[in-house]
């Protein structure tokens, strides 16, 4: 088992990355990384991200760098776990760029739904994070999860009424 990563951690993963990828593209944080990167956690257990595009080299750079960093790395975003909404590329805010690469930060709002759809007290934690931060509002977090829920009946996992009830919950205890 690789080691948890504080904020020197991601960010050196992130410039390695960038280093040797051999094509642009941009890869978006997601999880731990933003609360690390944001200040609200010290480490992650891993960096979890997406790539679109995926930039050449990508897979290979991982690979490599999770041994030499002592990082653990997941593809893993909130859209592998409730429906992507309409336009989280726009929302998703700008880390840094290294080499090719463009860092963001995986939309809050899909990350804070994501988070409200597990209802794990750290994920909860995390949205309560993501809304003291000013990084999602619960008038827009109402509406981006109207946006998504007809969607729900894809991911059988999900049970529509209990996710819509922690997030009018969530918003309705942050008014």
């Known amino acids: 088992m690789r080691s948890e990563s504080d904020k020197r951690r991601v960010e050196s ?55 030499e960093l002592d990082v653990n790395v997941e593809l893993a975003s909130p859209d592998d776990f409730i429906p992507a909404i309409p336009g989280w590329p726009e929302r998703s ?25 597990r209802r794990h007290d750290r994920d909860v934690l995390d949205a309560h994070f993501l809304l003291e931060r000013g990084l999602i509002r619960v008038d827009r977090l109402q509406e981006m999860f109207a946006l998504i829920e007809p969607e729900l009946i894809r991911y059988p996992a999900i049970d529509p009424a209990s996710f819509r009830a922690a997030v009018m919950e969530f918003c309705d205890e942050n008014r």
Request: overall charge negative; proline content about 4%.
């Open 13 to 67: 993963f992130m410039a390695a990355l960038g280093a040797r990828v051999r094509s642009s593209g941009r890869i978006y944080l997601a999880g731990g990384a933003t609360a690390v990167l944001h200040g609200w956690r010290d480490t992650t257990i891993d960096i979890d991200l997406k790539a679109d595009p995926e930039p050449a080299g990508l897979f290979e750079g991982i690979a490599l760098l999770k041994d």
């Open 93 to 117: 805010l700008f880390i840094a760029r290294h080499g090719l690469i463009d860092f963001f930060h995986y939309d809050p709002y899909g990350q804070a739904l994501s988070k409200l759809q």
